[in-house]
């Protein structure tokens, strides 16, 4: 019987250090990260490959070393602020933290290099600004900024390792940098009370956003042929025209490519994206208590997951949208249980 209530103790030890480490990493969050690789490769037309999978595990290496070096810098102000967290709390030491985010990031490099030298060349920058963010960034004007920047080169990443150049991709991945700076702005009111001015930002941002999606894409896109040959994507057909590019009639006897209009998919994947955060963000701004901010930004966190899935709507892939569009539950169904902020 002693051995027994003594497996059980050990069980329960087991399970409160598993629970602690969850809430570090903030798991849920985990599921906006693959649709970031999965975008920046369909923005070059390039199917996702085993490239593609190394830049996902990359950027799941780097998005975790940067939560757990977030605690380990705030741990003073989580402390005054927010004690129950795990670092303050005693759950997780200080010196466990530092040097999981030290493995995280040499393991995210790691993927990075076995992907190929062109997605290290954006891993390596991406690392920085993780750490640049959390050790001295954060409380400055620039904080947001750098935050918006680091996702916006996740999505490179996945770009230039799928295909190995990101110049297409640099319009999606401003379509997350700036939905990213906005979060990580009206973030800074979780633990006080603000003022409306953010989330009323964020919602803006959000429906300007959302409005883009939709919009007739610029002649010529997307910019090259879906084709097994993922790094001699540019081909052209005998006419020297690209494959897939449709020409309208011009003046003079000219031809003049055609706008494309965003198909129906890529039109509901941009409302679903604006209706995840817009009651959040609408409640945040009439009442900015710190409980109504943490849910608008725990809904901006997870609305990365639909504007993914829009953005590779937009630019084709439809198949690979739905998928990614299929984690926004099962991202939801986890934060029940962690939270994501």
């Keep these: 019987m002693r051995a027994a209530g003594a497996g059980g103790t050990s069980e329960v030890s087991r399970a409160r250090v598993l629970s602690a480490w969850a809430e570090l990493l903030r798991l849920p969050a985990l599921f906006t990260v693959p649709g970031d690789a999965l975008a920046g490769a369909g923005a070059l037309s390039a199917r996702p490959d085993h490239r593609t ?8 290496c780097l998005y975790e070393a940067g939560m757990v070096l977030n605690d380990w810098a705030d741990r003073a102000e989580d402390a005054a602020e927010r004690p129950h967290r795990p670092l303050p709390s005693g759950r997780v030491s200080p010196t466990a ?35 640049s963010y959390d050790l001295a960034l954060k ?25 190995g150049h990101t110049r297409p991709a640099l319009s999606s991945a401003a379509f997350l940098a700036t939905h ?23 919602l803006a941002t959000t429906g300007a956003l959302a409005w883009l999606l939709q919009r007739p894409l610029a002649p010529g896109w997307p910019p090259e042929q879906r084709s097994p040959n993922l790094r001699s994507p540019n081909l052209r057909s005998p006419g020297g025209q690209s494959p897939g590019r449709q020409e309208l009639p011009g003046p003079a006897g000219g031809r003049r490519p055609a ?82 902020t």
């Design 139 to 163: 409380h400055t004007p620039v904080g947001p900024f750098a935050m918006g920047t680091a996702r916006g080169l996740d999505l490179l990443l996945g770009a230039a390792a799928t295909a």
């Design 180 to 202: 990213t700076c906005a979060v990580t702005t009206l973030s800074r009111q979780e633990t006080h009370e603000g003022t409306p001015t953010a989330a009323l930002a964020a």
């Design 53 to 60: 999978l190394l830049a996902i595990g990359s950027s799941l």
């Design 97 to 131: 933290a530092f040097t999981a985010a030290c493995a995280l990031t040499a393991a995210g490099l790691a993927l990075a290099a076995r992907a190929g030298r062109p997605a290290l060349t954006i891993a390596v920058p991406l690392a920085a600004t993780v750490w």
């Design 259 to 340: 706008h494309r209009l965003p198909t129906p998919v890529t039109a509901a994947l941009a409302t679903a994206y604006a209706s995840t955060t817009a009651r959040p963000y609408l409640h945040a701004s009439l009442n900015p208590s710190p409980p109504l901010t943490q849910q608008a930004v725990g809904a901006g966190i997870r609305a990365v997951i639909p504007l993914q899935a829009a953005l590779l709507a937009r630019s084709g892939a439809t198949a690979t949208a739905l998928l990614t569009a299929a984690l926004a539950p099962v991202a939801r169904r986890f934060a029940r249980l962690v939270s994501i």
